[in-house]
């Protein structure tokens, strides 16, 4: 008898075999309908592949030659520091490969708490907390912190991060416009009936070069009973006469509550993220955060090359220093030139294009010249304000920089793109 119902059942196998098979075609034509009108909007992102240590001068798989790097977020030029290097290779050796836990089972090291006090010290803080990267710093922070009776109020330019961040908490949201301390304002007076209020913002917002007016934010806070919370990542290390970032800069580090940052910028740029603030804080993300909890420990390897780089910044801030110089350098050669930049004295200089395609191609032809750098269109940036953003870091020379506005002021865009002058306008000379 079983095995009559077997050959009964038999026929009904090959209807579900060509269901999930017209499923899979199905699937098929939906992501690549997808793709073409990414490439249609002429917003592809295609990945260069580089075949050398990150640095100033890199090696990239089909293009003869060295080539200037100018888009890396390696602002300090640790990332292929000898001692940075010297200390990961010490880590792996005495530590080994990775933890295959999670902190709270069996993957918490002597030099994992040791990085983190260090963290703590750096920015003054009371504690610290490590996570794989600073997007999971972001996504564990809100959920943990914010219930349905607090609210928070975000920067409507703010990093994707913080975005989603945002969105697992169950708080109240509220977005203020772009730096408009009116807004923030009339958004605070909204949220006087929440028990917390936490404004949020980044440090310096990293498509647009721009820094968040902290000083004004704070004293917002401090009138309406808020806490304010910062994201380093495109500040830790630089900004500041010691690299302390925004807050340093801005004369307001006992002012701001919460920060969180990366290690995969300027402090080696390797990988991880971080939460530096109020001891019983880092106390709760270590029993609630759920990318801490659900994620492996950093390999040894990234400890060490990170509790490095901070060694190496804290006992100099000459390093940061030749930033502010190099940085001026390139931004008025060039708006000399002719080019819109963005931005004030950030190393992050967004050169205005407007048209994606004019974006991308410009890119590859500044690669022909021997630049590296990377056209920015939607959507990460708004439509129609497509970029070139140019890094600087501080082992660029100030030969590198000058070739570099060379390039820009020698590249042509693409033949068809020639006539379109509403965004090619945006050079002079046009």
């Not at 077997?6 to 269901?19: D, M």
């Not at 922070?141 to 908490?169: K, T, W, Y």
């Amino acid at each position: 008898m079983w095995a009559g119902r077997v050959l009964r059942a038999a026929p009904s196998a090959a209807p579900r075999g060509r269901r999930a098979l017209s499923a899979l075609t199905q699937l098929r034509g939906v992501l690549e309908e997808e793709l073409d009108a990414i490439r249609g909007a002429g917003t592809w992102k295609s990945e260069r592949v580089i075949t050398s240590r990150q640095g100033p001068r890199i090696h990239v798989d089909g293009v003869s030659g060295g080539i200037l790097n100018f888009c890396a977020n390696n602002y300090l030029g640790l990332s292929s520091h000898p001692e940075v290097i010297q200390a990961g290779l010490q880590a792996l050796e005495e530590f080994g490969a990775g933890l295959s836990s999670t902190r709270f089972i069996c993957g918490t090291q002597s030099i994992h708490k040791d990085l983190e006090a260090k963290i703590a010290r750096f920015h003054q803080r009371e504690d610290a907390i490590l996570y794989p990267s600073c997007f999971d710093a972001n996504a564990g922070l809100f959920e943990a912190l914010l219930s349905p009776q607090d609210a928070v109020l975000s920067d409507e330019l703010n990093h994707a991060s913080i975005i989603d961040g945002i969105r697992l908490c169950k708080a109240h949201k509220y977005r203020y416009r772009h730096l408009d301390m009116a807004d923030l304002e009339a958004k605070l007076q909204e949220a006087q009936n929440h028990r917390l209020r936490l404004v949020a913002t980044d440090g310096a917002f990293s498509m647009d070069g721009d820094i968040a007016p902290l000083q004004e934010i704070c004293h917002l806070a401090s009138r309406y009973g808020a806490l304010v919370f910062v994201d380093e990542c495109h500040a830790t290390g630089f900004l500041g006469a010691t690299g302390r970032g925004t807050d340093e800069l801005l004369g307001v580090m006992d002012q701001v509550t919460i920060i969180n940052s990366t290690l995969g910028k300027a402090l080696g740029g390797a990988s991880g993220g971080y939460t530096t603030g109020p001891g019983p804080l880092v106390s709760l993300l270590r029993q609630r955060a759920r990318p801490y909890l659900f994620s492996n420990s950093l390999p040894p390897a990234v400890v060490g090359c990170a509790s490095k780089a901070l060694d190496l910044l804290m006992e100099s801030n000459a390093i940061v220093q030749s930033m502010a110089a190099k940085t001026k350098r390139f931004r008025s050669k060039m708006e000399a030139a002719g080019f819109t930049v963005l931005g004030a004295s950030h190393p992050i200089c967004p050169v205005m294009l407007g048209d994606a395609r004019l974006a991308s191609c410009m890119a590859d032809d500044m690669l022909k010249r021997g630049i590296f750098v990377i056209g920015f269109s939607y959507p990460v940036v708004p439509k129609n304000k497509a970029r070139i953003r140019v890094q600087i870091s501080a082992v660029h020379s100030e030969e590198d920089i000058d070739r570099c506005v060379e390039a820009f002021v020698e590249a042509q865009p693409c033949d068809q793109l020639k006539n379109q002058a509403g965004a090619w306008a945006l050079r002079a000379g046009s």
